[in-house]
């Protein structure tokens, strides 16, 4: 459902765009030179073109699915399945990345800085930063979800207007901050990755 509004959203948003920008064209423009702001700041200039598009992409579909909470369906992002395969595809990103620049003998050559005895656990930090990017978005989505719901139980009749400030603070303020966190960390690691 989410793929389908996101096409239809692109479709719509980008049909007619023009020199001098409309308001529908001033916030799309805004969003793009959001993401090529972060982008560009922490990685450079060179990554703009390759980068950005991934980082856009990855970015508005975790706030989809972050956002559904809204309209009264739950994140898809509670389900670890959902968050492990988004921190697959990150890691594919980052050590693809990091092989794209350095060549694959200084990309194999990174296991072994800053001394040889540290290639058990560099080879561990491979592991773990998927894993930090799965459990972080996944934990922090799904701790809403319960604490909703049990404020829903709880409350019983009282319900229709008590949880309106939870419901901004984790379907909205929570699901935008862990977007943020998602990509600002694919986007650290990379760097970490490549320099390394």
């Given at each position: 459902?989410?793929m389908?509004?996101?096409?239809?959203?692109?479709?719509?948003?980008?049909?007619?765009?023009?020199?001098?920008?409309?308001?529908?064209q001033?916030?799309?423009?805004?969003?793009?030179?959001?993401?090529?702001?972060?982008?560009?700041?922490?990685?450079?200039?060179?990554?703009?073109?390759?980068?950005?598009?991934f980082?856009?992409?990855?970015?508005?579909?975790?706030?989809?699915?972050?956002?559904?909470?809204?309209?009264?369906?739950?994140p898809?992002?509670k389900?670890?399945?959902?968050?492990?395969?988004?921190?697959?595809?990150?890691?594919v990103?980052?050590?693809?990345?990091?092989?794209?620049?350095?060549?694959?003998?200084?990309?194999?050559?990174?296991f072994?800085?800053?001394?040889?005895?540290?290639?058990?656990?560099?080879?561990?930090?491979?592991?773990?930063?998927?894993?930090s990017?799965?459990?972080?978005?996944?934990?922090?989505?799904?701790?809403?979800?319960?604490?909703?719901?049990?404020?829903?139980?709880?409350?019983?009749?009282?319900?229709?207007?008590?949880?309106?400030?939870?419901?901004?603070?984790?379907?909205l303020?929570?699901?935008?901050?862990?977007?943020?966190?998602?990509?600002?960390?694919?986007?650290?690691?990379?760097?970490?990755?490549?320099?390394e």
């Amino acid at each position: 459902l989410i793929m389908v509004v996101l096409t239809v959203l692109v479709l719509l948003l980008t049909r007619n765009l023009e020199k001098v920008p409309s308001k529908r064209q001033t916030v799309i423009e805004m969003i793009v030179n959001l993401f090529n702001g972060l982008v560009v700041s922490n990685l450079g200039e060179s990554y703009k073109k390759n980068f950005v598009p991934f980082i856009g992409t990855l970015g508005i579909f975790i706030v989809f699915m972050n956002l559904t909470g809204l309209i009264g369906l739950p994140p898809s992002t509670k389900d670890i399945n959902v968050t492990l395969m988004l921190a697959l595809i990150s890691a594919v990103v980052i050590n693809g990345t990091a092989i794209a620049r350095n060549g694959l003998g200084g990309y194999l050559h990174g296991f072994v800085k800053p001394y040889a005895f540290m290639l058990p656990m560099n080879i561990i930090e491979k592991f773990t930063v998927p894993l930090s990017l799965c459990l972080r978005l996944f934990i922090n989505l799904l701790v809403g979800v319960i604490f909703i719901e049990l404020t829903y139980m709880a409350l019983g009749y009282f319900a229709l207007i008590i949880p309106v400030p939870l419901h901004f603070f984790f379907d909205l303020f929570v699901a935008l901050i862990q977007t943020y966190v998602f990509i600002m960390l694919t986007i650290v690691f990379t760097k970490t990755s490549v320099e390394e």
